[in-house]
């Protein structure tokens, strides 16, 4: 690009003078060159589909709703726009090429109208996509490409923050019209009143042309370019693209969102590409890398399975392993199971599906970070045999060594954008390793590591989405089902030997309906950390339905048998079989309710209330007040009562606090019980036999943890009866309706 000007910011009138923060100086105070000629390429690549949108629709309306409207530069333009002439929408795509032609003349890029404000807006917003351009579009539209070799040799993103300068939103009030001297004829008056905004403001299209007061405007009698009635056509000038190229670079039309995995906006860039970050050159080279990671991935898990790693002691006997996956892992990882193992390779796998897709590659895990690492890596080395040869680059699909100019190979940038930290790498520490492996370290709280265990590596960070569980391809299951059972299991040999458990025989006892559900939801308020009325009512009125259930007769009513209290009508739930402090008559006690208990607490003690409350009832069923007096016999029920009774009770007895975290997970992440199995590397009937109460053994529930997202230690306090909410939250009491306080 040619400096043609000793002042590029020569345009301003000395009206400018007024405006205390317009830009002025040196243009690459706002626009380095490279900066400079994306908004100059963008600018064209605009002029370009905008012309070939006037030709297209000339003076007719623009339908917002047809097909193909919004891979137009028309459906940029504000609404109020959509019924303008065809002299109009031109001038719109000459507002574009003017200032691109102010770039390419070393100029700064000032609006002298409404129109070039709104054009300037929509290339600064499209400028990083003309990232996604090679080197050679690039060069041919005259941008300085960084050859590492200049002051621009970061290859660093566009960024937009000092162009934005250009943009005077205030300069609107300084046309003709808006001036007191337009209304009046004489020369304007600091004490004139000011001119009254019309209808739509200074910004509606008919005021869009109306030169600005602190520019110089335009040359009337400039034209337009000499293809600029046919752009489709042949003829277009040397450098320029065909529109159809531009419109895919411009990304006319697309609402796909490359970040669309970021819930943080620290994490989502302003503007919505990826090329400005990654080029897609660059993508593709990662996306080599990712595959030959994964590969020695695979390899690796084969050969290994479950069994410890051999790390060798001796560093200089480490050469042999320099490609081992595993190798690369940090030393803490040799013991892993192979579940855990298969789902580091595809870690590797998923950030290689989204270099595929045009997604940015963020990791949403610790274990998807260290991926990443090795992705980059690997891809450092494969540049360096591309720089060595062109039979290297053929046999990968990559063009040579030399094509990969600086700004695709920007891996600092990259680790800034797409990673949030990179504590992983404390672990390749010897002097940080220690703080890694203990996430009660002061050291770790205080920088907030979080835990760096390699058991917690799978679970997802909280402002990224988390990832769909992708379903193994059937060469991967058979890769699997061909693999040594001596080798796979050989932390876990009891799943080779007898892989299903049996489930105990209360498991088969019919429940009636809705009462495990019942007793689900009333162990689960017990479980709640603040026993206030919300919860007490609601306790309450759930052991009511649960006594009726457990009996599951019209015989049985609850209310029947012990005195009400209208104390619920606070939520509308009707009378209590409680007391005013919540307290329940049993047989051989008196109950009261509360909560705070761990889910293994909560289902004993509830097990216990129901059956001291049975006892209740079996007693004292249909005795009328004189019967009590009397202590006169009960009415007798149906006397297989007295055997379904215990059964039931027997098989809501069962501690199905893992089974009930499992459920609960699997369903949220929308998974099958048989996809949860084959992740883990395990027998599909064992984990249905989980899921029905069946005993866990530790080593092999602990395969699962990667497949569920989540740390190994919650699925061993649920081996202890304790529910992590996080992952299996507890129901919610219905609120007070009538707004009293809690």
């Known amino acids: 690009m040619t400096d043609t000007s000793d002042d590029p910011f020569s345009a301003y009138t000395e009206q400018a003078e007024c405006f205390e ?3 002025r100086g040196d243009l690459d105070e706002y626009l380095r060159p490279f900066e400079a000629g994306l908004l100059m390429a963008a600018g064209r690549m605009l002029a370009l589909c905008a ?48 200032l691109s032609e102010d770039l390419a003349a070393g100029r700064a890029p000032l609006p002298r109208c409404q129109a070039e404000t709104w054009a300037l ?8 996509r003309m990232c996604a351009a090679d080197d050679d579009e690039l060069a041919a539209l005259g941008v300085p490409v960084p050859d590492g070799t200049t002051e621009d040799s970061s290859g660093a993103p566009y960024v ?39 209808e739509g403001g ?135 199971s192979a579940a855990w193992r298969l789902a580091m390779v595809r870690a590797v796998e998923d950030l290689a599906g989204d270099l595929r897709a045009g997604r940015a590659p963020l990791p949403t895990c610790t274990a998807e970070e260290l991926a990443f690492h090795l992705i980059l890596s690997e891809a450092e080395t494969v540049l360096d045999f591309l720089d060595q040869g062109d039979d290297y680059a053929r046999d990968l699909g990559l063009p040579a060594g030399d094509r990969f100019t600086v700004r695709h190979r920007t891996f600092g940038l990259w680790k800034e954008v797409f990673l949030q930290d990179e504590d992983v790498l404390f672990h390749y520490d010897q002097t940080l390793a220690h703080v890694a492996s203990d996430p009660d370290h002061p050291a770790s709280q205080q920088l907030g590591t979080g835990d760096l265990r390699p058991r917690a590596w799978f679970e997802s960070f909280g402002n990224i989405r988390p990832r769909p569980l992708r379903p193994l391809t059937d060469q991967e299951r058979s890769l699997l089902a061909g693999a040594d059972p001596d080798v796979f299991f050989a932390s876990t040999p009891a799943v080779a030997k007898d892989p299903v458990p049996s489930v105990k025989d209360s498991t088969s006892t019919m429940l009636p309906g809705r009462l495990r559900e019942e007793f689900e939801y009333f162990t689960g308020l017990a479980q709640r950390r603040f026993f206030d009325e919300p919860c007490a009512i609601a306790m309450a009125a759930s052991l009511d339905r649960l006594l009726t259930r457990l009996f599951d007769t019209d015989a049985v009513v609850p209310s029947n048998l012990w005195p009400l209290n209208p104390r619920a009508i606070a939520v509308k739930a009707g009378l ?52 009590f007096l009397r202590q006169g016999p009960p009415t007798p029920l149906d006397p297989q009562l007295y055997d379904d009774l215990p059964a039931r009770l027997n098989a809501l007895a069962q501690d199905l606090t893992v089974a009930g975290l499992l459920d609960h997970r699997i369903q949220h992440l929308g998974m099958a019980p048989a996809q949860l199995a084959e992740h883990a590397i395990l027998p599909e009937p064992l984990v249905s036999a989980w899921l029905d109460g069946a005993p866990v053994t530790p080593s092999q529930l602990l395969r699962c943890a990667p497949a569920l997202q989540m740390s190994e230690d919650v699925l061993l306090a649920a081996l202890d009866g304790k529910r992590d909410t996080s992952y299996w939250p507890l129901p919610v009491p219905p609120a007070d309706q009538q707004g009293r306080p809690e």
């Not at 807006?121 to 990083?128: H, S």
């Not at 019209?177 to 004139?192: K, L, V, Y």
């Not at 590969?295 to 392993?321: I, K, M, S």
Request: proline share 8%; charged share 30%.
């Open 121 to 128: 807006k929509v290339m600064l917003d499209a400028a990083p």
């Open 576 to 627: 209590l079989i409680v007391d005013p402090d919540f307290c329940l008559q049993g047989h051989t006690r008196t109950w009261r309710l509360s909560a705070d208990r761990t889910d293994r607490d909560a289902r004993t003690w509830t097990v216990a209330l129901l059956e001291d409350c049975a006892n209740y009832i079996l007693a004292n069923y249909g005795r009328t007040a004189m019967d």
């Open 51 to 98: 012309y070939r949108d006037a030709a297209h629709y000339a003076g007719g309306p623009f339908d917002r709703g047809e097909e193909g409207a919004a891979a137009t530069v028309l459906y940029l333009l504000p609404e109020a726009c959509d019924g303008q002439e065809h002299d109009f929408r031109r001038s719109v795509a000459r507002a574009f090429w003017d």
């Open 202 to 336: 200074w910004e509606a299209p008919a005021h869009w042309f109306s030169p600005y007061g602190i520019t110089h405007p335009r040359d009337p009698g400039r034209g337009h370019p000499s293809w600029a009635d046919a752009p489709e056509q042949q003829g277009l000038p040397e450098g320029l693209p065909s529109v159809e190229r531009a419109t895919r670079l411009l990304a006319l039309g697309d609402d796909f969102d490359p970040w669309q995995a970021a819930r943080s906006e620290v994490l989502r860039p302003r503007v919505r590409t990826l090329a400005d970050t990654l080029t897609p050159l660059a993508a593709r080279l990662l996306t080599v890398a990712a595959d030959t990671v994964a590969e020695r991935g695979w390899h690796d898990l084969l050969r290994h399975g479950d069994r410890v790693f051999p790390r060798p002691d001796d560093e200089d006997d480490a050469w042999a392993l320099e490609d081992s996956f595993l190798f690369q892992l940090p030393p803490l990882c040799d013991g892993q």
């Open 160 to 198: 937009d923050e000092e162009a934005w300068a250009f943009v005077v939103e205030d300069a609107k009030y300084t046309i003709p019209e808006a001036r007191p001297s337009a209304s009046t004829g004489e020369a304007a008056d600091s004490s004139e009143e000011e001119v009254p905004e019309p």
């Open 21 to 23: 923060e317009l830009p």
